[in-house]
T-cell receptor, first 110, second 115 residues
Framework: GQQVMQIPQYQHVQEGEDFTTYCNSSTTLSNIQWYKQRPGGHPVFLIQLVKSGEVKKQKRLTFQFGEAKKNSSLHITATQTTDVGTYFC??????????FGQGTRLTINP | ETGVTQTPRHLVMGMTNKKSLKCEQHLGHNAMYWYKQSAKKPLELMFVYNFKEQTENNSVPSRFSPECPNSSHLFLHLHTLQPEDSALYLC??????????????FGPGTRLTVL
């Protein structure tokens, strides 16, 4: 079945450093979504990517969808303490349900 | 607030108890989901309902029984649970358009502890 792998599982950075999390699918995806879950909170939708090679930006966050639509990345420039949380990718294969990655937990040293 | 509410927010139950979790969405969505979140499996899909019809049962034990009486309400009935079922149970809703499952809106979750 479809699997979505996310690395790294944990990442600790100094405030101001950059952060990247990677998402890889065993199959070609029709779309990929990214979510953020703050400690003690629930997942909140960030963005959806649909097109091969698509790049989208939200302020300091840059999202990419691979050319083969089997991988994606989220890059945060100059992290801030408000970026703390777990970042999940979720991929869908055609009309199939979303499959979530294991998440990358980001902690930041102020 | 995301427009998805869940009650109760916390629940402690014994292994012989029967309880129900409730989810309500006020967003006009046509799909609703139950997820289990634990340290072992961060976001594990349990059930999917599309226009009140169950379209996914992700090999969930029968001690978990979902019910979707209408497109705005979703229940998860619990009976004879095991301590390993202790977790955060998240409800979510979304629209489904064509082949795309659109962005999911999550509720705050029910923190379940089974003694």
């Amino acid at each position: 079945g479809q699997q979505v792998m996310q690395i790294p599982q944990y990442q600790h950075v100094q405030e101001g450093e950059d952060f990247t999390t990677y998402c890889n699918s065993s199959t070609t995806l029709s779309n990929i979504q990214w979510y953020k879950q703050r400690p003690g909170g629930h997942p909140v939708f960030l963005i959806q990517l649909v097109k091969s090679g698509e790049v989208k930006k939200q302020k300091r966050l840059t999202f990419q969808f691979g050319e083969a639509k089997k991988n994606s990345s989220l890059h945060i420039t100059a992290t801030q303490t408000t970026d703390v949380g777990t970042y999940f990718c979720a991929g869908s294969e055609g009309a199939q349900k979303l499959v979530f990655g294991q998440g990358t937990r980001l902690t930041i040293n102020p | 607030e995301t427009g998805v509410t869940q009650t109760p927010r916390h629940l402690v139950m014994g292994m012989t108890n029967k309880k129900s979790l409730k989810c309500e969405q006020h967003l006009g969505h046509n799909a609703m989901y139950w997820y289990k979140q634990s340290a072992k499996k961060p976001l594990e899909l349990m059930f999917v309902y599309n226009f009140k019809e169950q379209t996914e049962n992700n090999s969930v034990p029968s001690r978990f029984s979902p019910e979707c009486p209408n497109s705005s309400h979703l229940f998860l009935h619990l009976h004879t649970l095991q301590p390993e079922d202790s977790a955060l149970y998240l409800c979510a809703s979304s629209t489904i358009a064509g082949i795309f499952y659109n962005e999911q809106f999550f509720g705050p979750g029910t923190r379940l502890t089974v003694l």
